[in-house]
């Protein structure tokens, strides 16, 4: 017998780019293993807006309608055959990664790296895993986790970027008494600062060519000093690319009054001259975190990084970290994380709210960090 559609719900579909479309769907019951969660909060995040103004992120492109979202929080509203662990009523928080439990990368505890990794909102694989941009999505229940009594669902929806910084920082092996330098300060860039400053490092400063973001760090706490890029010209070689990046690599140090450089750099802005500058940053012995996702090859300076021992390392979503996020995100240690979000929308508005994530900055001349869609 077949199982029994539960009354519609509202799911944002994008058929392409900019083609985006609010549906009805029929809502199903979950399957074993699975939870029924209804979506209260949702943030929008970089890849989703790739999606949307092109049709794909990088190499994957829709190839069938997706419903984006994967920073989300909500309430069990059902559960299936054999799930344990929730119950109707529990707040939770959804990882959107489903992996696989099987292989040599979930078996180390590097889930993250996954070669059958479903993650949802994402067209990497085919059929797509439809994200959270809806009124209530079935989920696996082992990758949706129990709220802390004090956290909100709008803290919980920033689990997920948190998590990035989380898994980064371990990856760096940050520990409290170190300097740290982010470059860029997006929302990516805001959470390395707290995440930073939770685990005690002794400076954070900021890099950025936003002048008005670098204000919003330093005026609430994120970093104690920052460095507004200029802008250049286009560089006409690569040799002059790599001399350019040197050079204000060496202005930014002695305007931070730290000639040595900073033991970990987070370069959050995927840009391959702020890389090249992330290199000649770094402390000799220190770390580089790829965290930022946009250019597809870059030219490094890694004669520097190799006679200095500069460890460059790539960082890839995250694994085992959401506990960690939620509980640091309910403790009261990040301090003004709630800032980060900027603007609220209703799913029935989810167009406004990418086309104002489009701008970056509203009606007013506000800027645009980090806006949340409420489902319900």
Not at 119 to 126: G, K, L, N, R
Not at 339 to 351: A, M, N, V
Request: aromatic letters at 6%.
């Amino acid at each position: 017998m077949s199982p029994i559609a539960l009354p519609s719900h509202n799911v944002a579909v994008l058929y392409g780019a900019k083609d985006l479309r609010v549906e009805e769907r029929s809502v199903w019951p979950p399957s074993a293993n699975q939870a029924q969660v209804a979506i209260v909060s949702t943030g929008l995040c970089g890849s989703d807006l790739h999606y949307y103004m092109h049709g794909r992120n990088g190499d994957f492109a829709l190839q069938a309608p997706l419903v984006l979202g994967h920073e989300a929080a909500g309430i069990v509203t059902a559960v299936g055959p054999g799930v344990k662990n929730l119950v109707p009523g529990q707040r939770v928080a959804i990882e959107a990664g489903i992996m696989c439990r099987n292989c040599d990368y979930c078996k180390k505890g590097r889930y993250n790296l996954c070669k059958s990794m479903r993650f949802c909102s994402s067209a990497a694989v085919f059929p797509h895993a439809d994200g959270t941009l809806q009124g209530r999505m079935n989920h696996p229940a082992h990758v949706l986790h129990p709220l802390p009594d004090h956290c909100s669902f709008e803290q919980a929806a920033l689990a997920e970027p948190l998590s990035v910084l989380i898994h980064a920082s371990r990856r760096a092996n940050l520990t409290a008494g170190q300097t740290v330098l982010v470059y860029g300060v997006g929302a990516i860039g805001l959470l390395a600062c707290s995440v930073a400053k939770s685990l005690g490092a002794a400076r954070v400063v900021a890099i950025d060519i936003n002048q008005t973001r670098l204000d919003f760090a330093r005026k609430n706490g994120f970093a104690s000093q920052t460095f507004c890029l200029p802008p250049a010209d286009k560089a006409k070689t690569t040799d002059d690319q790599l001399r350019r990046a040197k050079e204000n690599a060496q202005i930014a140090l002695a305007e931070f009054g730290a000639p040595a450089g900073f033991d970990v750099v987070f370069e959050c802005t995927g840009a391959e001259p702020v890389i090249q500058m992330s290199v000649h940053t770094a402390i000799s012995g220190g770390k580089v975190m790829l965290i930022g996702m946009g250019t597809r090859n870059v030219m490094l300076p890694l004669s520097s990084a190799a006679l200095r021992e500069v460890d460059i390392h790539g960082s890839f979503r995250y694994a085992n970290t959401y506990p960690a996020a939620l509980q640091l995100l309910s403790s009261g240690k990040l301090k003004n994380v709630e800032k980060l979000i900027t603007h609220r929308f209703p799913l029935k508005d989810i167009k406004r709210a990418f086309d104002l994530l489009t701008r970056g900055q509203d009606e007013d001349g506000n800027m645009v960090l980090k806006v949340m869609i409420e489902s319900s």
